[in-house]
């Protein structure tokens, strides 16, 4: 077998190739002789990573069991055989492996624990344990699905699980205690082995050559979990495959059940685009890669990225732009396009970039194709010119927000002239159904804009999402949402101005019976509308999972008809009630009946008004709203958290963010919106000090 490491391999011991030479010295499997020392750093992927349909090893494959610095070798007496077995010792100085090659082989397998050799199992069932502390067992390889928090079996056999393993340490002389979690949480033995491949940059880089083409997916997820950029470009540049999509591979698999799509690394995300370009470059004849998906990154708060140098979606876009705008001006690059779907986030700071890399004057070897796109800071004209660039046709979601000055008429012009036949989701900025400045009222009262926007929203088939916050649209919703084919899932209401006649539509319409999520913030609900607001409640009871009620004028009298209106939603997961004027007693009262909603994992509560001055003012202004006595609050969200205890609800996250959920892409353009801002006032204050001259 000739090394795919070449003719000069590196010189440094790691884990991996040690394992790999005890491997090989001890026989390597049933029939097989062993190679010669020359042939063993060349075999190592061979032996420990060519794991192929028979389980996590080829056909007879072992590797030892037993403490590292025993003194065990090949040639000790074995402790357990398999039926017609003629292979070497299950013993040996190295990683913790066992032969599972073959249903029947696997039957009886033992646990061994470091130093105390190896016990037999009571219940057949395959568990290793590792020096290292990790464990993991043999059906975990084998599935393709593993449920969160559940393993690989059903609910009903995971305690017998957990028992059977607490046995076998305890029955080993380790006692420990193993919960469903942890059960939840096995690797796999090929996942373990591409991370003392991946953790070794150099040896990975020149070792892909022996790489199986299907274990390409479980060496990227191991490099990425340990942060190893060089390892991730250069296997984006020798991508085998004809996809590569970083969502699913860095979701749970049964190699390894952890999900790290809330890590959006700025290094390896840089490398896998990277390393895109080098595939583009230099992938030649052996290039199969058709499409690239980069979107699946979850942009959270608290990043589970080590390094804390986390890439947002604005900082991903402009980094890809710039990618395909430097490969335009290539002429090596490959003609044949891969495509790349992204998530692409617009201001004025990555316009230019984007409208190169979107609309190029020449072939393009890596083609964006836009899934969702988001707007900031954009005028309409330039708003309009990306939209038609991106690929409206496959536009799945499409966000325009705050600083993108939007009024019925540019809406009516965006949805006509461009169209997005798939899309799925429409957010529109602040008072995008207002009148354009220069039109006049029809005279029966009819409003043309409105009319010609909700036909336009009717084509679309798919669209089930829905948010239009801070828009006036009083008296206009039935004419709005009427049109519509399709039932809405997700609607955001708030700061609307709905009146009677908009609450009795939305109550009694089809949407009510199908909205997962509805946010009718700034609207007094049970002061003005409280039988139609106990309807919607009613009709959407059965679907919805998140509910937003932020400044609705909630107070302590109103408690008992709000509990009465959430009662029916057993399926609530998310309450958000920021914003209203209720006192500490209030809120505990409202505690003990959120306690008997079974599924409800979130509540976001107003600072009591307690712990204000006392005639302080609702809606509050942020700067009296940030000045409270924090330790009255602290000692009330504490007695508010022992109402959950005592009812067995600690399962229930309890928070105040006083400035609303967060945002991370307000948070990553926070300094270009500021820059805008001063901008825009400014330019107020030479306005009005040009008329103050022109009045003198």
Not at 176 to 204: K, N, Y
């Amino acid at each position: 077998m000739k090394s795919p490491l070449g003719a000069s391999p590196p010189t440094a011991e790691v884990p991996l190739r040690s394992a790999g030479r005890e491997l090989l010295r001890t026989g390597g499997g049933r029939g097989e002789h062993a190679p010669s020392p020359a042939q063993s750093d060349g075999a190592l992927l061979d032996a420990s990573l060519r794991l192929q349909d028979r389980g996590w090893l080829p056909s007879g494959l072992r590797q030892p069991l037993g403490s590292p610095g025993s003194g065990e070798t090949g040639n000790s007496k074995p402790s357990h055989r398999t039926s017609g077995d003629s292979g070497p010792s299950l013993h040996g100085p190295s990683l913790p492996l066992a032969e599972l090659s073959s249903d029947e082989d696997c039957q009886g397998v033992s646990l061994a624990l470091p130093g105390r050799g190896s016990r037999q199992q009571p219940d057949g069932d395959q568990f290793i344990a590792t020096a290292s502390g990790r464990w993991f067992d043999r059906q975990a390889t084998r599935s393709t699905v593993i449920p969160e928090e559940l393993g690989t079996l059903p609910p009903a056999r995971l305690r017998d699980r957990v028992a059977t393993l607490s046995r076998c340490f305890r029955s080993a002389g380790a006692p420990r205690t193993l919960t469903p979690l942890q059960v939840g949480m096995m690797q796999s033995l090929r996942f373990i082995s591409a991370e003392a491949l991946a953790s070794h940059p150099q040896v990975a880089r020149q070792s892909l050559d022996g790489v199986a083409h299907n274990l390409y997916p479980v060496l990227f997820k191991a490099s990425y979990l340990l942060e190893q950029a060089e390892v991730i470009r250069v296997l984006l540049e020798h991508w085998p495959l004809e996809e590569f999509r970083l969502g699913a591979l860095l979701g749970p698999s049964a190699d390894h059940p952890g999900d790290l799509r809330d890590r959006a690394c700025g290094a390896c995300l840089e490398a896998c685009v990277r390393g895109l370009a080098d595939h583009t470059l230099w992938g030649g004849g052996r290039r199969r890669l058709r499409v690239a998906d980069l979107t699946g990154i979850r942009d959270v708060q608290v990043q589970g990225c080590p390094c804390g140098r986390a890439l947002g979606r604005w900082g991903r876009t402009k980094l890809l732009a710039r990618t395909c705008c430097e490969l335009q001006a290539e002429p090596r690059a490959a003609l044949r396009p891969v495509e790349v779907l992204a998530d692409i986030f617009v201001t004025e700071g990555n316009f230019d970039l984007v409208v190169r890399a979107l609309g190029p004057e020449g072939p393009s070897p890596l083609r964006v194709r836009c899934l969702s796109f988001r707007a900031d800071s954009l005028g309409p004209g330039q708003l309009l010119h990306v939209l038609r660039l991106a690929g409206p046709g496959e536009l799945r979601r499409l966000e325009v927000v705050h600083n993108v000055r939007l009024h019925a008429g540019h809406v009516q012009q965006l949805l006509a002239q461009v169209g997005f036949p798939q899309l799925v989701s429409l957010t529109l900025p602040a008072k995008a159904f207002d009148a354009p400045p220069t039109s006049t009222p029809a005279p029966d009262g009819e409003d043309p804009l409105l009319s010609s926007i909700a036909r336009e929203l009717s084509r679309m088939t798919h669209l089930t999402e829905l948010s239009v916050a801070f828009s006036t649209l009083t008296g206009k919703l039935q004419k709005l949402l009427g049109p519509l084919r399709t039932p809405l899932r997700v609607l955001d209401l708030g700061n609307c101005a709905l009146n009677h006649a908009d609450m009795a539509f939305l109550a009694n319409c089809t949407h009510a019976a199908h909205l997962e999520v509805l946010d009718l913030s700034g609207h007094c609900l049970v002061d003005l509308f409280p039988s139609t607001f106990f309807r919607l409640l009613g009709q959407a009871a059965p679907t919805l999972r998140a509910l937003t009620l932020e400044e609705c004028g909630l107070a302590d009298r109103h408690v008992g008809a709000l509990s009465l209106a959430l009662s029916p939603c057993r399926r609530l997961r998310e309450l958000r009630f920021l914003g209203n004027p209720m006192s500490a007693r209030a809120l505990r009262r409202l505690f003990v009946a959120l306690c008997g909603l079974p599924r409800l994992q979130s509540v976001e509560f107003p600072v009591p008004r307690d712990c204000y001055p006392e005639g302080s003012a609702y809606p509050q202004d942020e700067l009296a709203m940030s000045k409270f006595d924090q330790q009255k609050y602290s000692a009330i969200a504490e007695d508010l958290r022992t109402v959950l205890l005592r009812a067995g609800r600690d399962d229930i996250r309890v928070s105040t963010p006083l400035f609303g959920s967060f945002d991370p892409d307000i948070q990553e353009t926070s300094n270009e919106l500021g820059t805008l801002l001063l901008q825009a006032f400014k330019t107020a204050l030479e306005n009005f000090s040009r008329a103050l001259k022109q009045m003198q």
